[in-house]
Nanobody, 128 residues
Framework: QVHLVESGGGLVQAGGSLRLSCVGSGSTLSNYAMGWFRQAPGKERELVAAITWDGSITYYADDVEARFTISRDDAKNTLYLLMNSLKSEATAVYYC?????????????????????WGQGTQVTVSS
């Protein structure tokens, strides 16, 4: 069982930066692929960035790749998302996800018996 808690969201001016954190408890995150999703009002949830269990592969959505950095610190059982040069389009609730199935996390749902975990979300608002 994994409990995830996101933090670091808030109000930031366009062009500014935020670092989101996702702290796991109950179990180590070291065997999970991790990802950041976001959902803006009226839009579908989308994958922003993802990282494999060992950090060997990262993924970024096309519109954030040059500006966002996903990382993990297994010693702290924490996932991070550094967001630079923020645009108003980044305004959304950001959710942390831990998934033992990289394919499901990276590419979307598929049949699996493996359980994944979600945090409660943290609001990011970028003013223009």
């Amino acid at each position: 069982q994994v409990h995830l808690v996101e933090s670091g969201g808030g109000l930031v001016q366009a062009g500014g930066s935020l670092r989101l954190s996702c702290v796991g408890s109950g179990s180590t995150l070291s065997n999970y692929a991790m990802g950041w999703f976001r959902q803006a009002p009226g839009k579908e949830r989308e994958l922003v960035a993802a990282i494999t269990w060992d950090g060997s592969i990262t993924y970024y959505a096309d519109d954030v790749e040059a500006r966002f950095t996903i990382s993990r610190d297994d010693a702290k059982n924490t996932l991070y998302l550094l967001m630079n040069s923020l645009k108003s389009e980044a305004t959304a609730v950001y959710y942390c996800n831990a998934d033992p199935d990289w394919v499901r996390l990276r590419y979307g749902s598929r049949p699996t018996a493996e359980i994944n975990y979600w945090g409660q979300g943290t609001q990011v608002t970028v003013s223009s």
